[in-house]
T-cell receptor, first 115, second 114 residues
C-alpha cells in the first residue's frame, strides 16, 4: 500500500541552524501539507501546497519557514534559523487521490529537537 | 472558523468494555470529519471519515462514528475494547474541499485496563 515517507526520523540541531525536513508524498497525490505537534499538544496545521505554490498557511508559518517541491517527488520544509520553540514532531501529509480526495495520509513524522 | 473539542483528555476502560470518545465540532460550512489514531512514537493513521454520505461511518479495527448535525457531534465508539486499542485519538474537521486543512482536537488518550 502506498505511504508517505519522511526523513530523517529524528534531528537534533543547535538554535540558529537551518534544518530541512524531507517528505515523499504518495505518488499520485496533488496536495501536500505540513503539520507539527509540540510535545503534549495537539496537531497544528502549518502549510498546504498545490500546483507548486502555497495554497494556505497558518500564522505559525512565518518567514523562517519555507516549502518546496524540488523534483516532482520530494516535498521539503525548511526552517531557516531554528528556535527552541521549533522543537516538535513534524508531519507531512498528502491527499488528492481520485475518488478519495479529501483524505490526508500522514507520514511517520520527524522529531526535531532544537538545543 | 472551524474548531474541534474533544471532551476528556484521558479515558480509561476495561478490556471488553464499550469505548466512547467524544468529539464536537463547529463549522460554518458542511464539514468533513475524521478520526485519526496515533500509537506511541508513530504517525497518524486514519480510522474513519465522514464526507456527507451515510451518517454512521464504520472504520478500521471495529470502530465507528455517527455524524449528528443537530448535536454537532461525531463521537467515536467501539463495542468492546482491546488492549491494542490503547493510543491517542484525534478528531479533526475540514471544510468540504479537497484542499482543506485539518483542524484537530486536543486528542484523547485511551487507556485499556486488563
Amino acid at each position: 500500500e502506498p505511504e508517505v515517507t519522511q526523513t530523517p526520523s529524528h534531528q537534533v540541531t543547535q538554535m540558529g541552524q537551518e534544518v530541512i525536513l524531507r517528505c515523499v508524498p504518495i505518488s499520485n497525490h496533488l496536495y501536500f501539507y505540513w503539520y507539527r505537534q509540540i510535545l503534549g499538544q495537539k496537531v497544528e496545521f502549518l502549510v498546504s501546497f498545490y500546483n507548486n505554490e502555497i495554497s494556505e498557511k497558518s500564522e505559525i508559518f512565518d518567514d523562517q519557514f519555507s516549502v518546496e517541491r524540488p523534483d516532482g517527488s520530494n516535498f521539503t520544509l525548511k526552517i531557516r534559523s531554528t528556535k527552541l520553540e521549533d522543537s516538535a514532531m513534524y508531519f507531512c501529509a498528502s491527499s488528492g487521490d481520485r475518488g478519495d480526495q479529501e483524505t490526508q495520509y500522514f507520514g511517520p513524522g520527524t522529531r526535531l529537537l532544537v538545543l | 472558523a472551524q474548531s474541534v473539542t474533544q471532551l476528556g483528555s484521558h479515558v480509561s476502560v476495561s478490556e471488553g468494555a464499550l469505548v466512547l470518545l467524544r468529539c464536537n465540532y463547529s463549522s460554518s460550512v458542511p464539514p468533513y470529519l475524521f478520526w485519526y489514531v496515533q500509537y506511541p512514537n508513530q504517525g497518524l493513521q486514519l480510522l474513519l471519515k465522514y464526507t456527507s454520505a451515510a451518517t454512521l461511518v464504520k472504520g478500521i479495527n471495529g470502530f465507528e462514528a455517527e455524524f449528528k448535525k443537530s448535536e454537532t457531534s461525531f463521537h467515536l465508539t467501539k463495542p468492546s475494547a482491546h488492549m491494542s486499542d490503547a493510543a491517542e485519538y484525534f478528531c479533526a474537521v475540514s471544510h468540504s474541499s479537497n484542499t482543506g486543512k485539518l483542524i484537530f482536537g486536543q486528542g484523547t488518550t485511551l487507556q485499556v485496563k486488563p
